[in-house]
């Protein structure tokens, strides 16, 4: 495990900061407490010296009030130890190939932490198949099916759900999450809830540029960001990505071929905040652009502001 602590960070950032709203964690003691856990691809090699998720704490760890630890899948406990997740009020997640290798009682206790209240999610690119993500995502999406039947009593609704898909979808393929619902005489609502798959339809791993356009320029993850900037390699993900209506699309994504991408997102999950950033392809410096890294900066920040 490597741990690193904030020493300085850009004034202009700070002033923006300074003029936001008030700290969500006014009475929390000490530094914003980050964990970046990343899967350590060896694939990473190609664009990090020391892998993404240590590029990652290390970008962070130069912002002043933040304090980072770095794990990693192959640490003990799978860098998910209870030390770790009763530190952490924010964890930065990447993942790829190795999704299924994560404890499911780690990934439990990582979405109950967020639904009440006491960690912040941000998954990273090919994070959108990551175990806790969508198992966020499937708890969105069943908050959202109670919301629609409010007025339903409790016990004249009936919710089956169907798993989301893990494939990718075709380009028409129905949009998910999706409800089915079935109204019968006796006033019982049936409904069925397919959950979201988490996925696209296609996506190019050719590293052409994109650009970022800020879409929601009062955000506070959008603070102190260019209205737009170029990414100068990056893999292609297209819409439409099957997840629940996100509560802010802070920024998108376009490509030169015509492709789209909400490529910031965040929802409320339970009293918690989930945050989607697309970009952070492991062939790719991403995370050694400072826009991205002040993008993610203001991610962990948000974590202590009002909702």
């Known amino acids: ?69 770095s794990v990693g899948l192959d640490d003990a406990d799978a860098g998910l130890s209870p030390a770790i997740l009763d530190w952490a009020e924010v964890i930065v997640w990447w993942s790829h190939k190795r999704n299924q290798d994560v404890p499911l009682e780690k990934v439990q206790t990582i979405v109950d932490k967020v639904k009440n209240g006491r960690l912040m999610f941000v998954g990273v690119h090919s994070a959108h198949w990551a175990r806790p993500f969508t198992m966020l995502m499937d708890e969105r999406a069943r908050e959202d099916v109670r919301r629609q039947f409010a007025d339903v009593p409790a016990g004249k609704l009936v919710i089956t759900e169907v798993p989301g898909m893990r494939k990718v979808p075709r380009r028409d393929a129905r949009l998910t999450p999706a409800t089915d619902v079935e109204r019968k005489p006796d006033g019982t609502v049936a409904v069925t809830l397919h959950l979201p798959g988490c996925i696209f339809p296609a996506y190019r791993g050719d590293g052409k540029p994109s650009t970022v356009t800020v879409r929601d320029r009062s955000h506070p993850l959008a603070a102190g960001l260019p209205d737009v900037f170029t990414l100068d390699r990056t893999e ?72």
């Open 236 to 307: 292609m993900y297209d819409e439409p990505y099957h997840v629940p209506e996100p509560d802010a699309v802070v920024c998108e994504e376009t490509w030169a071929a015509g492709e789209r991408f909400r490529s910031v997102m965040a929802w409320r999950v339970g009293r918690g905040r989930v945050v989607y950033i697309r970009p952070g392809h492991e062939t790719y410096p991403i995370w050694k652009d400072e826009r991205m890294l002040l993008l993610l900066e203001n991610t962990v920040r948000w974590r202590r502001m009002e909702p």
């Open 1 to 69: 495990m490597i741990r690193v602590r904030a020493a300085s960070w850009r004034l202009c950032a700070a002033a923006v900061w300074l003029a936001a709203s008030a700290s969500l964690g006014a009475g929390e003691p000490g530094p914003i407490r980050v964990a970046v856990w990343d899967e350590r691809q060896p694939e990473q090699k190609q664009a990090y010296e020391n892998f993404l998720g240590n590029a990652i704490a290390a970008g962070l760890a130069r912002r002043d009030g933040i304090e980072v630890r």
